[in-house]
Every structure is written in structure tokens, then in C-alpha cells.
């Protein structure tokens, strides 16, 4: 059974877009005033920006670009619509003011022109900026309908780990979807338990659902009391956290390209007794349908066994 994710992307509509971003904000595009930093202006599957800004030009491809309202983050030349022509893609950073002008909300937006109009959407929202917009952007036909989408990813920070959000745009369908985390997302965590047998070390992780198991080693309990009680610990304390969090350089929120059909790998970390103590961690494979809406298609767990990691099972959540 599909089991899409009720995100809090919108379908566009044409011109400016209402979009909500991943902070959970849903605001029309507003006028903008003078951003601030910049990134590296060079795109995975585009082409670079090398003439740099140019005084006083209106947004429209790289090279003419140098809009004062708008700070340059990255620009691109790519066919998105697969009519061999291709569209010029700008990533802008804006600074937008509150009503009352005492802070200031900061938007992510992709600005695209194909030489007869400009269309511009709002891809991330932020009340501060102190984790950035994007961390990177991608083009890869991902609805398998023969256009080039937008994927960009989206950087943030909590309490104790950095976390990753994605945006996805087709411009051929003008649709997107933004995603950090959600009810569905939650309620699949929420079909998962832990148990364990009396005498190993092994913590066993169920999906009651999907008809799945696999175990995960628990090491070092010598010398912490009796095994026994730790290993209750384990199975009544253990939890995934359904948000997106940047694991490792090798395991964060990515697209993964194979093959096949192009899939967004979404990681989730199972925390033992404590957020300090990671056990394991759940990969989620989504993948992109007609409607452009990610469906969840299969599920990976990763077991931290000594000083590195191996695949302790895997099931199918969905079948297209």
C-alpha cells in the first residue's frame, strides 16, 4: 500500500508561488530588501556562475544578474522542461521584515526564467539564518516524467544534532514539496518496538505493521551492572526520532541515484537510554510519483556495531 507523505509542500500555481517552507511558515513571497551572505555560486548539474553580478541588471540569467534586493547564492543553466532550451535558474537569499521591524525573517528562493517570463517560489523560510538555506542543489528527473526537477537540500540545527530538510520543484508540472518531518512519518515510527530476550545482548526491533525484525548488538554492558537490567533498559527507553538528522559525512538526508528510478534517502537515528547514546539508525527510501508526491518505498536498518556499521534487515513499505 502507497503511503505518501502529507508534507507541507503546496502545488504551485503559476508566477509567485505560495509555498510553505520546512520551517512550517506559509507566506506569499513578500518585497525584499538587501540580503547578506553568499555561497558558492556553483551547481551539481548546472552551469557555474562566472561573470559574477553585474550593477544594476535585472535578475534573468547568471550573468546578468546583480538585483540589490536579492543575495546570490548559486545560479544554473539547465533544461527543466526538456523542450531543448534550457532555463536560467538563480538561488537568492532575501531579507524580509516583520510588520513591526524589529526582526527579520529570512526566504530562500529560486527565481527561473525561460527568456519569456520569470517565475520565482519560495523554497525555505527561516526566522534566522544562523544554519543557512541550502546546503546543496541538485537536477535529476525525479517523477520519471523526462524533465529535470529541482532538489535542494536544507540545513538545520536543533539541540544536539544538525538536521537536514529537502525542497523538491518540478517546473514542468509546477509543482514542489518541502519536507523536515511529519504525521505520517511519526505514525510509521510509531509502528515500531523493541524487545529482548533474557540472556543475550541482543536488542530486537520489530515493525508490528510490515511483519519485520531484526536484532541489534548491544556491546560494552560488562562492568555496568547486571546485563540483565540494561538490556530492560534498552527495550523500554529505545526510540527513533522522526526527524531527518545528519548522522554521519556518509549518512545524512540525500537523492540517490542508481539505475533505476532516482531515490531520497531520509535517515533517522534510534537512540538508546539517551539522545548521547545512538545505537542504529533507520534509512527511509522515498521515491517521487506522477503527482510528484514522495511515497515511501522501503526501509533499511543500520546497526552501529563496534567501531563501524552493517545492515541488520530491510522490508518493502510500498510497491508502485
Not at 551492572?225 to 545528519?246: L, N
Request: glycine share 12%; net charge negative; hydrophobic share 30%.
Amino acid at each position: 500500500m502507497k503511503q505518501p507523505v502529507t508534507g507541507s509542500g503546496t502545488e504551485a500555481a503559476g508566477g509567485y508561488e505560495r509555498v510553505t517552507g520546512p520551517s512550517g511558515t506559509d507566506e506569499p513571497p513578500s518585497s525584499t530588501v538587501p540580503g547578506t551572505d553568499a555561497g558558492d555560486p556553483t551547481v551539481d548539474g548546472g552551469v557555474p556562475d562566472t561573470g559574477g553580478p553585474t550593477e544594476g541588471a535585472r535578475p534573468g540569467t547568471p550573468q546578468e544578474y546583480a538585483e540589490p534586493d536579492y543575495q546570490l547564492l548559486q545560479s544554473a543553466s539547465v533544461d527543466l522542461d526538456d523542450d531543448g532550451v534550457n532555463e536560467q535558474i538563480l538561488v537568492v537569499r532575501a531579507v524580509v521584515p516583520d510588520e513591526t521591524g524589529t526582526s527579520d525573517r529570512v526566504e530562500g528562493r529560486l527565481l527561473i526564467s525561460n527568456g519569456d517570463g520569470e517565475r520565482q517560489i519560495v523554497f525555505c523560510t527561516k526566522e534566522n539564518d544562523l544554519s543557512g538555506l541550502l546546503s546543496g542543489i541538485e537536477f535529476e528527473d525525479l517523477d520519471g516524467d523526462g524533465a529535470v526537477d529541482v532538489f535542494i537540500v536544507i540545513p538545520g540545527y536543533g539541540a544536539s544534532f544538525s538536521y537536514s530538510g529537502y525542497f523538491i520543484y518540478s517546473y514542468k508540472k509546477d509543482k514542489s514539496h518541502s519536507f523536515t518531518s511529519d504525521n505520517t512519518l511519526a505514525d510509521f515510527i510509531e509502528s515500531f518496538g523493541f524487545s529482548w530476550t533474557k540472556g543475550g545482548n541482543l536488542l530486537t526491533i520489530t515493525n508490528r505493521k510490515h511483519g519485520f525484525s531484526a536484532d541489534i548488538v548491544i556491546e560494552g554492558t560488562e562492568g555496568q551492572g547486571p546485563p540483565e537490567e540494561i538490556m530492560r533498559q534498552y527495550a523500554e527507553r529505545t526510540w527513533i526520532e522522526p526527524v531527518p538528522v545528519d548522522i554521519s559525512e556518509d549518512s545524512r538526508l540525500s537523492l540517490v541515484k542508481g539505475s533505476g528510478k532516482a531515490e531520497i534517502k531520509v535517515p533517522l537515528p534510534v537512540f538508546g537510554a539517551a539522545t548521547v547514546n545512538m545505537i542504529a539508525e533507520i534509512d527511509l527510501f522515498y521515491r517521487i510519483d506522477s503527482d510528484f508526491s514522495p511515497i515511501l518505498m522501503r526501509c533499511e536498518v543500520i546497526d552501529f556495531s563496534g567501531n563501524g556499521k552493517m545492515k541488520a534487515g530491510s522490508f518493502e513499505v510500498a510497491a508502485e
